[in-house]
Protein backbone atom coordinates (compact mmCIF):
# COMPACT_ATOMS: atom_id res chain seq x y z
CA UNK A 1 0.00 0.00 0.00
CA UNK A 2 0.97 3.68 -1.03
CA UNK A 3 1.95 5.75 1.87
CA UNK A 4 -0.91 8.20 0.81
CA UNK A 5 -0.57 11.97 2.44
CA UNK A 6 -3.84 11.42 4.81
CA UNK A 7 -5.96 14.59 5.54
CA UNK A 8 -7.76 13.14 8.20
CA UNK A 9 -10.72 14.99 9.67
CA UNK A 10 -9.69 16.68 12.79
CA UNK A 11 -11.61 14.79 14.99
CA UNK A 12 -10.18 11.38 13.18
CA UNK A 13 -6.83 13.17 13.50
CA UNK A 14 -7.12 13.45 16.87
CA UNK A 15 -8.23 9.39 17.50
CA UNK A 16 -5.60 8.61 14.76
CA UNK A 17 -2.59 9.82 16.66
CA UNK A 18 -3.46 8.34 20.30
CA UNK A 19 -3.73 5.20 18.92
CA UNK A 20 -1.38 2.61 19.34
CA UNK A 21 0.58 0.82 16.44
CA UNK A 22 -0.31 -2.75 15.38
CA UNK A 23 -3.56 -2.37 17.74
CA UNK A 24 -6.80 -3.64 16.62
CA UNK A 25 -9.74 -1.21 15.51
CA UNK A 26 -13.40 -1.54 15.61
CA UNK A 27 -14.66 2.03 13.39
CA UNK A 28 -18.49 1.88 13.80
CA UNK A 29 -19.40 4.39 11.52
CA UNK A 30 -16.50 4.09 9.51
CA UNK A 31 -17.75 5.74 6.24
CA UNK A 32 -15.34 5.39 3.33
CA UNK A 33 -12.56 3.91 5.81
CA UNK A 34 -10.26 7.48 5.72
CA UNK A 35 -9.06 7.02 9.25
CA UNK A 36 -9.26 2.73 8.91
CA UNK A 37 -6.92 3.10 5.77
CA UNK A 38 -4.58 5.77 7.67
CA UNK A 39 -4.67 3.48 10.47
CA UNK A 40 -3.73 0.52 8.31
CA UNK A 41 -1.13 1.91 6.31
CA UNK A 42 0.90 4.60 9.07
CA UNK A 43 0.05 2.33 12.36
CA UNK A 44 -0.54 -1.40 10.92
CA UNK A 45 -3.25 -1.23 12.81
CA UNK A 46 -5.93 -4.13 12.29
CA UNK A 47 -8.51 -2.31 11.33
CA UNK A 48 -12.48 -3.11 10.89
CA UNK A 49 -15.27 -1.19 9.89
CA UNK A 50 -19.57 -0.94 10.55
CA UNK A 51 -21.29 1.57 7.67
CA UNK A 52 -24.90 1.93 7.15
CA UNK A 53 -24.52 3.61 3.93
CA UNK A 54 -23.76 1.07 1.02
CA UNK A 55 -22.15 3.35 -1.19
CA UNK A 56 -19.39 4.05 1.54
CA UNK A 57 -18.96 0.37 2.14
CA UNK A 58 -18.05 -0.25 -1.26
CA UNK A 59 -15.91 2.35 -1.73
CA UNK A 60 -14.21 1.44 1.69
CA UNK A 61 -14.31 -2.53 0.59
CA UNK A 62 -12.62 -1.57 -2.59
CA UNK A 63 -9.69 0.37 -0.97
CA UNK A 64 -8.92 -3.25 0.84
CA UNK A 65 -10.57 -2.61 4.14
CA UNK A 66 -12.60 -5.19 5.97
CA UNK A 67 -15.93 -3.16 6.60
CA UNK A 68 -19.40 -4.86 6.96
CA UNK A 69 -23.07 -3.01 6.19
CA UNK A 70 -25.14 -2.47 8.98
CA UNK A 71 -26.35 -0.47 12.14
CA UNK A 72 -24.71 0.27 15.52
CA UNK A 73 -28.34 0.21 16.71
CA UNK A 74 -28.61 -3.32 15.92
CA UNK A 75 -25.69 -4.94 14.74
CA UNK A 76 -22.60 -4.28 17.75
CA UNK A 77 -24.57 -7.56 19.82
CA UNK A 78 -22.89 -9.92 17.57
CA UNK A 79 -19.30 -8.86 18.42
CA UNK A 80 -17.68 -11.01 21.33
CA UNK A 81 -16.72 -9.03 24.51
CA UNK A 82 -12.86 -7.40 24.54
CA UNK A 83 -12.25 -8.46 21.03
CA UNK A 84 -10.68 -5.02 19.91
CA UNK A 85 -8.29 -2.85 21.52
CA UNK A 86 -10.58 0.00 20.52
CA UNK A 87 -14.20 1.12 19.38
CA UNK A 88 -14.45 4.19 17.61
CA UNK A 89 -17.96 6.26 17.15
CA UNK A 90 -17.28 9.45 15.16
CA UNK A 91 -20.06 11.83 14.39
CA UNK A 92 -22.31 8.86 14.66
CA UNK A 93 -23.13 8.86 18.32
CA UNK A 94 -25.62 11.78 17.40
CA UNK A 95 -27.73 9.35 14.42
CA UNK A 96 -28.08 6.38 16.58
CA UNK A 97 -31.31 5.31 18.20
CA UNK A 98 -30.24 4.36 21.67
CA UNK A 99 -26.78 6.11 22.14
CA UNK A 100 -26.44 4.94 25.50
CA UNK A 101 -26.33 1.63 24.08
CA UNK A 102 -24.26 1.90 21.57
CA UNK A 103 -22.03 3.13 23.96
CA UNK A 104 -22.26 0.30 26.34
CA UNK A 105 -21.80 -2.10 23.48
CA UNK A 106 -18.96 0.20 22.27
CA UNK A 107 -16.96 -0.49 25.99
CA UNK A 108 -18.14 -4.26 26.12
CA UNK A 109 -16.25 -5.08 22.88
CA UNK A 110 -13.28 -2.58 22.91
CA UNK A 111 -11.06 -2.21 25.71
CA UNK A 112 -11.52 1.58 24.85
CA UNK A 113 -13.52 4.05 23.01
CA UNK A 114 -13.35 6.82 21.23
CA UNK A 115 -16.35 8.78 20.94
CA UNK A 116 -16.58 11.79 19.16
CA UNK A 117 -19.49 14.07 18.00
CA UNK A 118 -20.67 17.43 17.49
CA UNK A 119 -21.71 19.85 20.14
CA UNK A 120 -25.11 21.40 20.54
CA UNK A 121 -24.24 23.78 22.80
CA UNK A 122 -21.60 25.74 20.77
CA UNK A 123 -22.44 29.23 20.63
CA UNK A 124 -23.24 29.79 16.84
CA UNK A 125 -25.82 26.86 17.35
CA UNK A 126 -26.89 28.46 20.68
CA UNK A 127 -27.29 31.97 18.84
CA UNK A 128 -29.42 30.03 16.05
CA UNK A 129 -31.85 28.40 18.42
CA UNK A 130 -31.56 31.29 21.68
CA UNK A 131 -31.89 34.24 19.39
CA UNK A 132 -32.94 32.92 15.63
CA UNK A 133 -35.97 30.64 16.81
CA UNK A 134 -34.61 28.24 14.16
CA UNK A 135 -33.23 24.74 14.61
CA UNK A 136 -29.39 25.51 14.14
CA UNK A 137 -27.82 25.12 10.47
CA UNK A 138 -23.96 25.01 11.09
CA UNK A 139 -20.91 23.60 9.76
CA UNK A 140 -20.85 20.32 11.52
CA UNK A 141 -24.48 20.21 11.83
CA UNK A 142 -25.08 21.44 7.73
CA UNK A 143 -28.48 19.30 7.23
CA UNK A 144 -31.98 21.13 8.22
CA UNK A 145 -34.32 19.77 10.74
CA UNK A 146 -36.53 17.80 7.98
CA UNK A 147 -33.49 16.10 6.46
CA UNK A 148 -31.02 15.30 9.46
CA UNK A 149 -29.70 12.37 10.09
CA UNK A 150 -29.20 13.98 13.71
CA UNK A 151 -32.01 12.24 15.93
CA UNK A 152 -30.17 12.60 19.38
CA UNK A 153 -28.38 16.28 19.31
CA UNK A 154 -26.15 16.15 22.60
CA UNK A 155 -23.96 18.63 24.24
CA UNK A 156 -20.27 18.50 25.74
CA UNK A 157 -22.36 18.74 29.63
CA UNK A 158 -25.10 16.13 28.66
CA UNK A 159 -22.27 13.73 27.27
CA UNK A 160 -20.28 14.48 30.92
CA UNK A 161 -23.12 13.80 32.50
CA UNK A 162 -23.76 10.17 31.24
CA UNK A 163 -20.37 9.04 31.89
CA UNK A 164 -20.88 10.13 35.56
CA UNK A 165 -24.51 9.09 35.22
CA UNK A 166 -23.14 5.28 33.89
CA UNK A 167 -19.70 5.46 35.93
CA UNK A 168 -18.18 4.83 32.29
CA UNK A 169 -14.20 5.78 33.08
CA UNK A 170 -13.25 9.10 31.11
CA UNK A 171 -9.16 8.24 30.29
CA UNK A 172 -9.22 11.63 28.05
CA UNK A 173 -11.10 14.33 26.22
CA UNK A 174 -10.52 16.72 22.84
CA UNK A 175 -12.51 19.53 22.21
CA UNK A 176 -12.15 21.51 18.63
CA UNK A 177 -13.35 24.81 17.26
CA UNK A 178 -12.55 24.75 13.47
CA UNK A 179 -9.26 22.64 12.73
CA UNK A 180 -8.07 24.06 15.90
CA UNK A 181 -7.46 22.14 19.13
CA UNK A 182 -8.99 24.00 22.15
CA UNK A 183 -8.78 23.92 26.33
CA UNK A 184 -11.44 22.49 28.14
CA UNK A 185 -12.38 25.67 29.45
CA UNK A 186 -15.89 26.80 28.33
CA UNK A 187 -15.87 24.05 26.06
CA UNK A 188 -19.20 23.73 25.99
CA UNK A 189 -19.67 26.90 24.69
CA UNK A 190 -16.38 27.44 22.26
CA UNK A 191 -15.84 23.89 21.19
CA UNK A 192 -17.60 22.55 17.93
CA UNK A 193 -16.56 19.40 18.31
CA UNK A 194 -15.62 17.23 21.13
CA UNK A 195 -13.59 13.77 21.42
CA UNK A 196 -13.74 11.15 24.52
CA UNK A 197 -11.21 8.49 25.49
CA UNK A 198 -13.48 6.31 27.76
CA UNK A 199 -13.01 3.06 28.88
CA UNK A 200 -15.29 1.06 31.50
CA UNK B 1 4.15 -21.56 -21.15
CA UNK B 2 2.14 -23.56 -18.94
CA UNK B 3 3.83 -27.29 -20.08
CA UNK B 4 1.88 -28.99 -17.07
CA UNK B 5 -0.40 -31.57 -18.41
CA UNK B 6 -2.47 -31.13 -16.03
CA UNK B 7 -3.51 -27.58 -16.61
CA UNK B 8 -5.24 -25.80 -19.35
CA UNK B 9 -8.91 -25.80 -21.10
CA UNK B 10 -11.14 -28.98 -21.03
CA UNK B 11 -9.11 -31.36 -18.77
CA UNK B 12 -10.38 -34.55 -17.54
CA UNK B 13 -8.87 -36.86 -14.98
CA UNK B 14 -10.04 -39.86 -12.81
CA UNK B 15 -8.45 -40.08 -9.29
CA UNK B 16 -8.60 -43.14 -7.24
CA UNK B 17 -9.83 -41.26 -4.01
CA UNK B 18 -11.42 -42.53 -2.25
CA UNK B 19 -13.70 -39.66 -1.81
CA UNK B 20 -15.66 -39.95 2.03
CA UNK B 21 -19.14 -38.97 1.56
CA UNK B 22 -21.66 -37.42 4.52
CA UNK B 23 -23.53 -40.23 4.22
CA UNK B 24 -21.03 -42.48 5.08
CA UNK B 25 -20.22 -44.02 2.18
CA UNK B 26 -17.22 -44.00 -0.08
CA UNK B 27 -17.20 -43.18 -3.47
CA UNK B 28 -14.11 -43.97 -5.79
CA UNK B 29 -13.10 -43.61 -8.63
CA UNK B 30 -13.77 -39.69 -8.96
CA UNK B 31 -13.76 -38.20 -12.43
CA UNK B 32 -13.19 -34.46 -12.80
CA UNK B 33 -13.48 -32.22 -15.59
CA UNK B 34 -12.19 -28.67 -15.10
CA UNK B 35 -10.68 -25.44 -16.71
CA UNK B 36 -7.31 -24.02 -15.81
CA UNK B 37 -6.68 -20.30 -16.96
CA UNK B 38 -3.92 -18.37 -16.61
CA UNK B 39 -0.47 -19.93 -15.14
CA UNK B 40 0.69 -21.19 -11.54
CA UNK B 41 3.42 -19.05 -10.35
CA UNK B 42 6.51 -20.80 -8.58
CA UNK B 43 5.61 -20.70 -5.21
CA UNK B 44 2.05 -22.00 -5.75
CA UNK B 45 0.61 -19.19 -4.41
CA UNK B 46 -1.75 -17.68 -6.69
CA UNK B 47 -4.55 -20.54 -7.14
CA UNK B 48 -7.62 -18.85 -7.08
CA UNK B 49 -10.83 -21.18 -7.15
CA UNK B 50 -14.23 -20.28 -8.45
CA UNK B 51 -17.01 -22.71 -7.75
CA UNK B 52 -20.04 -22.78 -10.00
CA UNK B 53 -23.68 -22.87 -9.13
CA UNK B 54 -26.41 -25.62 -9.33
CA UNK B 55 -26.98 -25.69 -13.19
CA UNK B 56 -23.36 -23.98 -13.44
CA UNK B 57 -20.39 -26.20 -15.38
CA UNK B 58 -16.70 -25.65 -15.28
CA UNK B 59 -16.61 -23.27 -18.43
CA UNK B 60 -16.69 -20.22 -16.18
CA UNK B 61 -14.75 -18.10 -18.84
CA UNK B 62 -14.49 -20.60 -21.99
CA UNK B 63 -17.38 -21.40 -24.57
CA UNK B 64 -19.83 -23.64 -23.47
CA UNK B 65 -19.30 -27.09 -25.47
CA UNK B 66 -23.00 -27.56 -25.89
CA UNK B 67 -24.98 -24.25 -25.88
CA UNK B 68 -21.62 -22.69 -27.78
CA UNK B 69 -22.74 -20.03 -25.34
CA UNK B 70 -19.58 -17.81 -23.61
CA UNK B 71 -18.02 -18.62 -19.80
CA UNK B 72 -20.80 -17.58 -17.79
CA UNK B 73 -18.75 -15.50 -15.22
CA UNK B 74 -17.01 -13.92 -18.16
CA UNK B 75 -18.74 -9.86 -16.40
CA UNK B 76 -15.61 -11.35 -13.27
CA UNK B 77 -13.11 -13.19 -15.02
CA UNK B 78 -10.42 -12.11 -17.93
CA UNK B 79 -7.94 -10.12 -19.17
CA UNK B 80 -7.99 -6.73 -16.50
CA UNK B 81 -10.51 -8.20 -14.69
CA UNK B 82 -11.32 -8.62 -10.59
CA UNK B 83 -9.98 -12.59 -11.72
CA UNK B 84 -7.26 -11.84 -14.48
CA UNK B 85 -5.85 -15.20 -15.85
CA UNK B 86 -2.39 -12.66 -16.11
CA UNK B 87 -2.23 -12.70 -12.42
CA UNK B 88 -4.38 -15.45 -11.39
CA UNK B 89 -4.23 -19.06 -12.12
CA UNK B 90 -7.93 -19.71 -12.04
CA UNK B 91 -9.25 -23.20 -11.59
CA UNK B 92 -12.94 -24.69 -12.23
CA UNK B 93 -14.25 -27.61 -11.53
CA UNK B 94 -17.55 -29.38 -12.47
CA UNK B 95 -19.00 -30.20 -9.25
CA UNK B 96 -19.69 -34.22 -8.93
CA UNK B 97 -22.70 -35.10 -9.20
CA UNK B 98 -23.27 -32.99 -12.27
CA UNK B 99 -23.37 -33.82 -15.86
CA UNK B 100 -20.35 -31.98 -17.75
CA UNK B 101 -17.61 -34.83 -17.30
CA UNK B 102 -17.30 -35.26 -13.49
CA UNK B 103 -18.64 -38.29 -11.45
CA UNK B 104 -22.27 -37.87 -11.60
CA UNK B 105 -25.66 -40.16 -12.04
CA UNK B 106 -25.11 -39.99 -15.91
CA UNK B 107 -21.41 -41.41 -16.06
CA UNK B 108 -20.33 -44.57 -16.24
CA UNK B 109 -20.01 -46.89 -13.37
CA UNK B 110 -16.81 -48.44 -13.69
CA UNK B 111 -18.17 -51.67 -11.81
CA UNK B 112 -21.59 -52.30 -14.27
CA UNK B 113 -20.04 -50.64 -17.48
CA UNK B 114 -23.38 -48.66 -17.17
CA UNK B 115 -24.65 -45.23 -15.85
CA UNK B 116 -24.99 -45.12 -12.28
CA UNK B 117 -28.20 -43.42 -12.37
CA UNK B 118 -29.64 -43.59 -9.08
CA UNK B 119 -26.75 -45.94 -7.35
CA UNK B 120 -24.99 -42.67 -7.93
CA UNK B 121 -24.36 -41.76 -3.70
CA UNK B 122 -26.94 -38.86 -2.85
CA UNK B 123 -24.20 -36.45 -2.13
CA UNK B 124 -23.58 -33.22 0.03
CA UNK B 125 -22.44 -29.68 -0.14
CA UNK B 126 -19.25 -30.89 1.45
CA UNK B 127 -18.79 -33.90 -0.10
CA UNK B 128 -18.05 -31.51 -3.46
CA UNK B 129 -15.13 -29.70 -1.61
CA UNK B 130 -13.71 -32.72 -0.34
CA UNK B 131 -13.93 -34.32 -4.23
CA UNK B 132 -12.53 -30.91 -5.63
CA UNK B 133 -10.17 -31.04 -2.77
CA UNK B 134 -8.20 -34.34 -3.56
CA UNK B 135 -8.40 -33.04 -7.62
CA UNK B 136 -6.63 -29.66 -5.84
CA UNK B 137 -3.81 -31.95 -4.71
CA UNK B 138 -3.47 -33.93 -7.53
CA UNK B 139 -2.92 -30.43 -9.45
CA UNK B 140 -0.07 -30.11 -6.24
CA UNK B 141 -1.94 -27.32 -4.89
CA UNK B 142 -1.98 -27.19 -1.46
CA UNK B 143 -2.95 -22.88 -0.91
CA UNK B 144 -5.80 -20.80 -2.46
CA UNK B 145 -5.37 -17.27 -2.55
CA UNK B 146 -9.12 -17.05 -3.12
CA UNK B 147 -12.27 -19.25 -3.24
CA UNK B 148 -15.04 -17.37 -4.86
CA UNK B 149 -19.02 -18.52 -5.48
CA UNK B 150 -22.31 -17.41 -6.21
CA UNK B 151 -25.41 -19.37 -5.08
CA UNK B 152 -24.66 -22.65 -4.58
CA UNK B 153 -20.84 -22.03 -5.73
CA UNK B 154 -20.78 -19.59 -2.48
CA UNK B 155 -22.01 -22.84 -0.10
CA UNK B 156 -18.86 -24.26 -1.56
CA UNK B 157 -16.79 -21.27 -1.17
CA UNK B 158 -18.28 -21.24 2.40
CA UNK B 159 -18.13 -25.40 3.18
CA UNK B 160 -14.35 -24.75 1.85
CA UNK B 161 -13.27 -22.23 4.38
CA UNK B 162 -14.76 -24.20 7.41
CA UNK B 163 -13.31 -27.65 6.15
CA UNK B 164 -9.88 -26.34 4.96
CA UNK B 165 -9.08 -22.99 6.61
CA UNK B 166 -5.71 -23.78 6.42
CA UNK B 167 -5.91 -23.80 2.91
CA UNK B 168 -8.11 -20.91 2.04
CA UNK B 169 -6.78 -17.07 2.40
CA UNK B 170 -9.64 -15.81 1.08
CA UNK B 171 -13.22 -16.87 0.79
CA UNK B 172 -15.82 -14.50 -1.90
CA UNK B 173 -19.50 -15.53 -0.84
CA UNK B 174 -21.77 -14.39 -3.57
CA UNK B 175 -25.92 -15.04 -3.87
CA UNK B 176 -25.71 -17.60 -1.16
CA UNK B 177 -26.15 -18.88 2.60
CA UNK B 178 -25.02 -21.08 5.41
CA UNK B 179 -28.33 -23.02 4.91
CA UNK B 180 -31.23 -23.51 2.53
CA UNK B 181 -34.41 -22.27 3.44
CA UNK B 182 -37.48 -23.82 3.68
CA UNK B 183 -38.95 -21.94 0.93
CA UNK B 184 -35.96 -22.81 -0.70
CA UNK B 185 -36.21 -26.78 -0.40
CA UNK B 186 -39.81 -26.26 -1.52
CA UNK B 187 -39.14 -24.51 -4.30
CA UNK B 188 -36.42 -28.02 -5.14
CA UNK B 189 -39.16 -30.21 -3.99
CA UNK B 190 -41.25 -29.05 -6.76
CA UNK B 191 -38.62 -29.38 -9.24
CA UNK B 192 -37.88 -33.00 -8.46
CA UNK B 193 -41.27 -34.20 -8.06
CA UNK B 194 -42.13 -32.62 -11.53
CA UNK B 195 -39.10 -34.87 -12.81
CA UNK B 196 -40.05 -37.84 -10.98
CA UNK B 197 -43.81 -37.61 -12.38
CA UNK B 198 -42.63 -37.71 -15.80
CA UNK B 199 -42.95 -41.10 -17.03
CA UNK B 200 -39.93 -41.67 -19.17
CA UNK B 201 -37.77 -40.71 -15.52
CA UNK B 202 -38.36 -44.68 -14.49
CA UNK B 203 -36.76 -44.44 -11.76
CA UNK B 204 -33.56 -42.85 -13.20
CA UNK B 205 -32.83 -45.50 -15.84
CA UNK B 206 -33.50 -43.77 -18.92
CA UNK B 207 -30.14 -43.46 -20.30
CA UNK B 208 -30.81 -46.00 -23.15
CA UNK B 209 -34.26 -44.83 -23.90
CA UNK B 210 -35.66 -40.41 -23.94
CA UNK B 211 -35.04 -38.49 -20.84
CA UNK B 212 -37.30 -37.18 -18.65
CA UNK B 213 -37.26 -33.76 -20.68
CA UNK B 214 -40.88 -32.65 -20.01
CA UNK B 215 -40.23 -32.95 -15.93
CA UNK B 216 -36.89 -31.45 -16.10
CA UNK B 217 -38.26 -28.70 -18.35
CA UNK B 218 -41.19 -27.60 -15.71
CA UNK B 219 -38.32 -27.98 -13.23
CA UNK B 220 -35.98 -25.33 -14.79
CA UNK B 221 -39.06 -23.20 -15.20
CA UNK B 222 -40.18 -22.92 -11.67
CA UNK B 223 -36.71 -22.65 -10.31
CA UNK B 224 -36.52 -19.86 -13.26
CA UNK B 225 -38.98 -17.94 -11.49
CA UNK B 226 -36.95 -18.20 -8.69
CA UNK B 227 -33.64 -16.27 -10.28
CA UNK B 228 -35.71 -13.66 -11.15
CA UNK B 229 -37.50 -10.89 -9.33
CA UNK B 230 -40.78 -9.30 -9.77
CA UNK B 231 -39.58 -6.12 -10.39
CA UNK B 232 -37.58 -7.32 -13.27
CA UNK B 233 -40.28 -10.04 -14.89
CA UNK B 234 -42.97 -6.87 -14.47
CA UNK B 235 -39.80 -4.69 -16.52
CA UNK B 236 -38.85 -7.20 -19.20
CA UNK B 237 -41.97 -8.75 -19.93
CA UNK B 238 -44.98 -7.03 -18.14
CA UNK B 239 -48.30 -8.45 -19.14
CA UNK B 240 -47.54 -7.94 -22.64
CA UNK B 241 -48.73 -10.66 -25.33
CA UNK B 242 -46.93 -13.05 -27.54
CA UNK B 243 -46.52 -12.41 -31.42
CA UNK B 244 -50.70 -11.87 -31.02
CA UNK B 245 -52.76 -8.97 -30.62
CA UNK B 246 -55.05 -10.62 -28.33
CA UNK B 247 -55.74 -13.32 -25.59
CA UNK B 248 -56.21 -16.81 -27.61
CA UNK B 249 -58.48 -17.90 -25.10
CA UNK B 250 -56.84 -21.01 -24.64
CA UNK B 251 -53.84 -22.40 -23.64
CA UNK B 252 -50.86 -21.26 -25.71
CA UNK B 253 -47.82 -18.89 -24.73
CA UNK B 254 -50.44 -16.16 -24.81
CA UNK B 255 -48.38 -13.93 -22.28
CA UNK B 256 -44.27 -13.23 -23.65
CA UNK B 257 -43.92 -14.24 -19.54
CA UNK B 258 -44.97 -17.77 -20.99
CA UNK B 259 -43.05 -17.89 -23.95
CA UNK B 260 -40.00 -17.04 -22.25
CA UNK B 261 -40.23 -19.37 -19.41
CA UNK B 262 -40.98 -22.60 -22.04
CA UNK B 263 -37.96 -21.51 -23.82
CA UNK B 264 -35.91 -21.24 -20.87
CA UNK B 265 -37.43 -24.84 -20.28
CA UNK B 266 -36.40 -26.58 -23.41
CA UNK B 267 -33.10 -24.90 -24.09
CA UNK B 268 -32.25 -26.30 -20.52
CA UNK B 269 -32.80 -30.06 -21.24
CA UNK B 270 -29.96 -29.87 -24.31
CA UNK B 271 -27.67 -29.30 -21.86
CA UNK B 272 -28.27 -30.79 -18.42
CA UNK B 273 -29.29 -34.19 -17.19
CA UNK B 274 -32.73 -34.70 -14.98
CA UNK B 275 -30.80 -36.97 -11.93
CA UNK B 276 -28.11 -34.62 -12.03
CA UNK B 277 -30.70 -32.15 -11.12
CA UNK B 278 -32.35 -34.25 -8.13
CA UNK B 279 -29.10 -35.04 -6.73
CA UNK B 280 -27.65 -31.30 -6.44
CA UNK B 281 -30.79 -29.91 -5.41
CA UNK B 282 -30.43 -32.53 -2.89
CA UNK B 283 -27.30 -31.55 -1.92
CA UNK B 284 -28.21 -27.87 -1.76
CA UNK B 285 -31.16 -29.22 0.64
CA UNK B 286 -28.90 -30.76 2.92
CA UNK B 287 -26.42 -27.92 3.29
CA UNK B 288 -26.39 -26.32 7.06
CA UNK B 289 -22.90 -24.80 7.39
CA UNK B 290 -23.83 -25.12 11.63
CA UNK B 291 -24.98 -28.63 11.37
CA UNK B 292 -21.43 -29.98 12.17
CA UNK B 293 -21.13 -27.13 15.14
CA UNK B 294 -23.65 -27.72 17.27
CA UNK B 295 -26.30 -25.72 15.44
CA UNK B 296 -23.98 -22.75 16.33
CA UNK B 297 -22.86 -21.15 13.17
CA UNK B 298 -20.40 -18.67 15.03
CA UNK B 299 -18.38 -21.83 16.08
CA UNK B 300 -17.83 -22.72 12.41
CA UNK B 301 -15.94 -20.09 12.05
CA UNK B 302 -13.55 -20.18 15.20
CA UNK B 303 -10.12 -19.50 15.06
CA UNK B 304 -10.64 -19.07 11.42
CA UNK B 305 -7.82 -16.44 9.38
CA UNK B 306 -9.70 -16.65 5.84
CA UNK B 307 -10.54 -13.20 4.67
CA UNK B 308 -14.63 -12.99 4.20
CA UNK B 309 -16.32 -11.14 1.50
CA UNK B 310 -19.95 -11.42 1.16
CA UNK B 311 -22.13 -9.51 -1.12
CA UNK B 312 -26.16 -9.42 -1.73
CA UNK B 313 -28.44 -8.31 -4.00
CA UNK B 314 -31.48 -5.93 -2.46
CA UNK B 315 -33.30 -7.66 -4.83
CA UNK B 316 -32.53 -11.47 -4.43
CA UNK B 317 -35.09 -13.34 -2.44
CA UNK B 318 -33.88 -16.40 -3.20
CA UNK B 319 -30.68 -15.97 -1.08
CA UNK B 320 -32.04 -12.90 0.45
CA UNK B 321 -29.57 -10.35 2.51
CA UNK B 322 -30.89 -11.34 5.88
CA UNK B 323 -29.04 -15.18 5.03
CA UNK B 324 -25.86 -12.89 4.28
CA UNK B 325 -25.97 -10.81 7.27
CA UNK B 326 -26.29 -14.35 9.15
CA UNK B 327 -22.85 -15.00 7.56
CA UNK B 328 -21.29 -11.91 8.40
CA UNK B 329 -22.60 -12.02 12.43
CA UNK B 330 -21.48 -15.58 12.76
CA UNK B 331 -17.57 -14.57 11.31
CA UNK B 332 -18.05 -11.30 13.24
CA UNK B 333 -19.03 -13.13 16.98
CA UNK B 334 -15.88 -15.53 15.97
CA UNK B 335 -14.04 -12.67 15.95
CA UNK B 336 -13.30 -13.12 11.86
CA UNK B 337 -12.39 -10.95 8.99
CA UNK B 338 -15.19 -10.24 7.00
CA UNK B 339 -16.46 -7.49 4.91
CA UNK B 340 -19.98 -7.18 3.69
CA UNK B 341 -22.28 -5.03 1.50
CA UNK B 342 -25.50 -5.37 -0.34
CA UNK B 343 -25.93 -4.25 -3.61
CA UNK B 344 -28.76 -2.30 -5.69
CA UNK B 345 -29.94 -4.37 -8.76
CA UNK B 346 -33.69 -5.37 -9.74
CA UNK B 347 -32.37 -8.37 -11.31
CA UNK B 348 -33.26 -10.42 -8.24
CA UNK B 349 -30.88 -13.92 -7.79
CA UNK B 350 -29.37 -13.84 -11.04
CA UNK B 351 -27.60 -10.32 -10.62
CA UNK B 352 -24.48 -12.03 -9.40
CA UNK B 353 -24.16 -13.26 -13.39
CA UNK B 354 -24.94 -10.23 -14.62
CA UNK B 355 -22.43 -7.12 -15.30
CA UNK B 356 -22.27 -5.59 -12.44
CA UNK B 357 -19.28 -2.67 -11.94
CA UNK B 358 -19.93 -2.40 -8.22
CA UNK B 359 -19.67 -5.92 -7.49
CA UNK B 360 -16.76 -6.15 -10.00
CA UNK B 361 -14.71 -3.33 -7.98
CA UNK B 362 -15.93 -4.87 -4.43
CA UNK B 363 -14.10 -7.86 -5.28
CA UNK B 364 -11.26 -6.40 -7.18
CA UNK B 365 -10.41 -4.27 -4.03
CA UNK B 366 -10.77 -7.38 -1.39
CA UNK B 367 -8.77 -10.01 -3.71
CA UNK B 368 -5.93 -6.92 -4.22
CA UNK B 369 -5.92 -6.14 -0.68
CA UNK B 370 -4.42 -9.52 0.61
CA UNK B 371 -1.10 -9.24 -1.82
Sequence with gaps: MSKHDYKLRPDLAIIANNIAANAQVLDVGCGDGALMAALRDQKNVDARGIEIDPANVSIAVTRGLSVVQGDADTDLSEYPDNSFDFAILSQTLQTTHRPDKVIDNLLRIGKYAFVSFPNFAHWRVRLSLGLGGRMPVTRLIPEKWYNTPNIHHVTIEDFRAIVKERQWIQENQWFLSGDKQISKAGANFLAEHAVFLLKK | ?371
Design chain 2, 1 to 371: MNQDQRYGLDKHVRLLGPLKLDSGAEFAPIEYAYETYGTLNSDKSNALLICHALTGDQYAASTHPVTGKDGWWLNLVGEGKPIDPSDDFIICINVIGSCLGSSGPSSVDPSTGKPYGMDFPVITIADMVRAQAILLDHLGIETLSAVIGGSMGGMQALSWAVQFPERVKSAVIVASAARQSAQNIAFHEVGRQSIMADPRWTAGDYYDGEAPTSGLAVARMAAHITYLSEEGLTKKFGRRLQDRDEKSFGFDADFQIESYLRHQGISFVDRFDANSYLYITRAMDYFDLADDYGGVLANAFKDTSTRFCVISFDSDWLYPTQESRRIVHAINAAGGNVSFVELESPFGHDSFLLPALEMNEIIRGFLKAAQ
